[in-house]
Every structure is written in C-alpha cells, then in structure tokens.
C-alpha cells in the first residue's frame, strides 16, 4: 500500500534562517507531487507542483524554492524565512491518469519568530 | 482562482442537516471534497467530475453543476464525527492542478 511521510512534524525558526522540508512517497512511482501552505483565513494554497523528477510548477511568487531530486521525494526549501512564512505545510500525491483523491501527509507545522 | 465556498462556518445539533457551497469562477473539470479534523491532515470524502453527476456514500452526499460551476455537499442526520472543516478543491482542467477553498467550519453539538 502507499504511504506519505511527512518531516519534521514541528519546528520553530528565527527569521533569516534556512528551511527544508521533505516528503517522500512509498508503495508507488511516478505521482504527481504537491506543497500546499494552509495559514489561518486562507484555506489550502497550492505552492508548488511536479509531475516529475526535475520538474516544478510554482504557484504564488514567494520566499520558497521546491526540489524533486528523485521520483518520490519532495523537498521544500527556503534560505531566508520570513515571518509570513508560518504556517502548516501539507506534502500531497496522486496518481497520474486517474481523477482520484489526494493523499495528504502528517504536515508541518513551521513558526517563525 | 480560488473557489468561494459558503457559509464559512455552521452549527449542528446532532442529526440536523446541512448544506455547504462551492462555486468558480471559472470553467470546471471537476471538484474535490475534503474534510479535516483540527491538527490533521485533510482526508478525501468524493470527487465529482463534470457531467452534472451526483455521487455520496452513507449519508454524505454532493452534487455537481457543471454550467452554473458550482458543487453542493450535503450532510444530513448530521453526527459528531462530522465536525470539522471541509474543503472544496476545483479543477479547470485536466492538469492535475487543484486549487481549494477557504473551508467551511461545521460544528456537531450533541
């Protein structure tokens, strides 16, 4: 069966300092993969997407970068955090060629002070 | 765009009913419905592609109006485990890309 994991679950940085999260998917190849932000009155905004290895959609102009280094990891990075960057940050896949759900990861809960 | 959804928040008495909206302004391809419980992820609930189709299982349902653009996600007999904040996410087209909606915050009192 496919799993998404989802690191760190929690972590707390001053403004200025670097950020990377990663997800990887198991028990399947090939998904499409997604970053979603969710930060209070905003509902789930898409960040970033990727239908492959090396390539990245980007949503809204931002202080973040995404990487696919491989077919089943995603990375989201930034080097300089911003306050406004806090918020709960959702890893998700689906499977190409099919019109089903998302899975979404455990999320990552990102305050900047 | 980001869909409008509406109300942004209701409150149930255990088995009452309720009705939460989703609508673009843009063409559909088609909708997604989500649900999250507080600190978790959201979870999949249906998907409804265009063609007017109604889809539900138990006693969730949703419809899809492809021409108006707007996506409708009935609860009825309402019960505790339905609290929590349910998504509408939207496709334009068949592009793999969902944008969501702010969320509407349903509350089951018993």
């Known amino acids: 069966s496919q799993t998404i994991h989802q690191w760190p679950a929690t972590l707390v940085q001053p403004v200025g300092s670097p950020l990377s999260l990663e997800c990887t998917v198991e028990?399947?190849?090939?998904?499409?993969l997604y970053w979603y932000r969710q930060a209070a009155g905003r509902g789930l905004q898409l960040l970033f997407y990727s239908v492959g290895i090396g390539q990245i959609s980007s949503e809204v102009p931002q202080n973040l970068s995404a990487s696919r280094p491989q077919d089943r990891q995603f990375i989201l990075s930034s080097k300089k955090l911003l306050l406004s960057d806090s918020g709960f940050y959702l890893c998700?896949?689906?499977?190409?060629?099919?019109?089903?759900?998302?899975?979404f990861g455990e999320g990552s809960r990102l305050t900047v002070l | 765009q980001q869909p409008v959804q509406s109300p942004q928040a209701v409150i149930l008495r255990e088995g009452e009913d309720a009705v939460i909206n989703c609508s673009s302004s843009k063409a559909l391809y088609s909708v997604h419905w989500y649900r999250q419980k507080h600190g978790e992820a959201p979870v999949f609930l249906m998907i409804?592609?265009?063609?007017?189709e109604q889809k539900g299982h138990e006693k969730i349902s949703a419809s899809f109006n492809e021409k108006k653009q707007q996506s409708s996600l009935y609860l009825t007999a309402s019960q505790l485990s339905y609290s929590g904040t349910y998504f509408c996410?939207?496709?334009?087209?068949?592009?793999?890309?969902?944008?969501f909606g702010k969320g509407t915050l349903l509350t089951v009192n018993p």
């Open positions: 996410g939207t496709e334009s087209g068949s592009n793999y890309k969902l944008t």
């Open positions: 028990g399947t190849s090939n998904p499409n």
């Open positions: 409804l592609l265009k063609g007017g």
């Open positions: 998700a896949w689906t499977l190409k060629g099919t019109k089903g759900e998302l899975f």
